[in-house]
């Protein structure tokens, strides 16, 4: 039997040299005549040491890394195919801490195995979960899901089973699942990951979400910055309808449901959920006032689940393992697991699975290693570019939807970027303004006007003209902003100006910023 070496064909791996090192290793290969397959998996999210080789032995996996084109030789002598020691070993995949460490439920098979292989899939308990969905009534398993926890992962953390019982008793001649992978947050790869390294997972969800509601058509709303991404869920759609796990007869049963993927132009605004549908009616990607609310009113005026990939991605376990099993992770209202994203200005950046509940000082100094330029770390901002910066003093906030709102912050998308000593917080906040200022869909005033007004008066700061005036404008401006803009976009762009006006009061001080010149 060959032996089989694993090579992540995911969007991380590849940026770092992924495809050179798999021709590397095919051509060394063949050159040696060794009995070996090259298989390309998703990453397993160790970003620091892609591209991150394994190879199958009677022990277990073994990995290597950061490996290149250049190891190969060295790689191949030493007895890769056997485990063999080597420089560059981290020994049994499954011991390395960062990932020993997590609870791996929605990402139980991201980098294990063979992304377009159903078989794979099957044999590391896929399908199991809409196996028992289609044996259900579809109240039974809304009533699973809402009993689960799951709340959207998206950002808004709205209870995932109430909306899909909205759209399950609402009227309609046709209903749709919607499933958003507009993931423009920075710091953001959760949701990529999913579609390169385990794209059957998604497809069962959204499957499963059309015989809990009723819906019989399914879009995945893609962002074109994702080329691997829109390929490989193409083709994974593809080899479902192939074997009856879409189409007139899911898995052989009463039910029907079939997907598309659709893949938009890239503007930020359509992470929100009506301009998303405005986008995927082949229109402006522009905000819609609400109510009606998509659930009733949403693609074609027709009632409408719209869910995120990591949302609908962790349906299958609840229906496999049930919803005790997944509310048993967690704390308070915020239940089962968070893949928590690590970027930045960070030791070991890459995807934590966990449990609700760790800290965020656990999270940056124990699991992220610390800054990558060994200096002290300033800030951290949670929840994309419209998130808050926290500073260490509120290091011991738990992850955990309600502790990040006490604390005028938000989970959002679960993306963590960290900066060290050296970051200027005023240009954060205004960086913030400029992003809402390009990405505003322009529909409402606060948000197209507001945040133009808070570039000029970031600058106006900057230059030390009447500064405290200004920080009273910018105030105010944050207020308008945030009771009244349309949509979160301009609603939530003040979290990241006035944290970081209150927890860094000095970067806004002229005194501070011209000794800071000098």
């Not at 132009?265 to 549908?277: K, P, S």
Request: contains cysteine.
């Amino acid at each position: 039997m060959s032996v089989k070496i694993y090579i992540p064909g995911d969007s991380g791996a590849l940026a770092v040299g992924g495809d050179r090192l798999a021709k590397r290793m095919a051509d060394a290969i063949k050159a040696r005549g060794l009995d070996a397959e090259i298989i390309r998996n998703g990453s397993r999210g160790l970003y620091w040491l892609e591209p991150m080789v394994e190879v199958e032995t009677g022990a277990g996996r073994v990995a290597y890394g950061p490996v290149k084109p250049s190891d190969v030789d060295s790689l191949l002598e030493a007895g890769l195919l056997q485990g063999g020691d080597h420089p560059l070993s981290l020994g049994a995949t499954e011991d390395i801490p960062f990932l020993k460490r997590q609870t791996r439920l929605t990402f139980a098979r991201c980098g294990v195995t063979d992304p377009l292989s159903l078989d794979d899939y099957r044999n590391h308990g896929g399908l199991t979960g809409l196996t028992n969905a289609v044996a259900m009534a579809p109240e039974a398993i809304v009533a699973q899901v809402t009993d689960s926890g799951l709340r959207g992962r998206g950002g808004a953390g709205f209870p995932t089973g109430i909306k899909w019982k909205t759209v399950l008793e609402a009227q309609g001649p046709q209903k749709y699942i919607v499933c958003n992978a507009d993931e423009g947050d920075s710091g953001t790869f959760a949701d990529r990951m999913i579609m390169e390294g385990d794209p059957f997972v998604l497809i069962e969800g959204m499957a499963i979400a059309g015989v809990a509601t009723g819906a019989t058509k399914g879009y995945v709303y893609l962002r074109s910055e994702y080329p691997h991404a829109i390929r490989v869920m193409n083709r994974a759609v593809e080899i479902a309808r192939e074997a009856g796990i879409l189409g007139a007869s899911v898995l052989g049963s009463a039910f029907a449901f079939d997907m598309e993927i659709r893949v938009g132009a890239g503007a930020y605004v359509c992470g929100e959920e009506t301009a998303l549908l405005e986008s995927l009616e082949g229109r402006r990607g522009v905000v819609r006032a609400k109510p009606p609310l998509p659930a009733h009113k949403g693609f074609l005026g027709r009632p409408t689940v719209i869910n995120n990939v990591i949302s609908l991605a962790s349906v299958p376990i609840i229906m496999d393992k049930g919803a005790a099993h997944y509310c048993d992770f967690g704390m308070g209202r915020s239940r089962g697991t968070i893949p928590i994203q690590i970027a930045g200005n960070v030791k070991h950046g890459g995807l934590f699975e966990a449990a609700f509940g760790m800290t965020l000082g656990e999270l940056i100094d124990d699991i992220a290693g610390g800054t990558a330029t060994g200096r002290p770390v300033k800030a951290v901002q949670v929840g994309g570019p419209l998130g808050a910066y926290f500073p260490r003093a509120l290091f011991d906030t738990p992850f955990d939807y309600e502790a990040f709102a006490a604390k005028d912050g938000l989970i959002g998308h679960a993306g963590i970027v960290v900066f060290d000593d050296t970051a200027d917080m005023l240009k954060q906040a205004r960086f913030a303004f400029e992003f809402c200022a390009v990405e505003s869909c322009g529909k409402c005033t606060p948000c197209r006007i507001g945040s133009t007004r808070g570039v000029e008066v970031a600058d106006k700061i900057r230059d030390g003209i009447e500064p405290e005036s200004q920080i009273t404008l910018m105030t105010d401006l944050c207020n308008t902003m945030k009771f009244g803009s349309l949509c979160a976009l301009g609603g939530f762009t003040p979290y990241p100006v006035m944290s970081a006006l209150t927890h860094f009061p000095d970067d806004f001080r002229p005194a501070q910023i011209s000794q800071a010149a000098e």
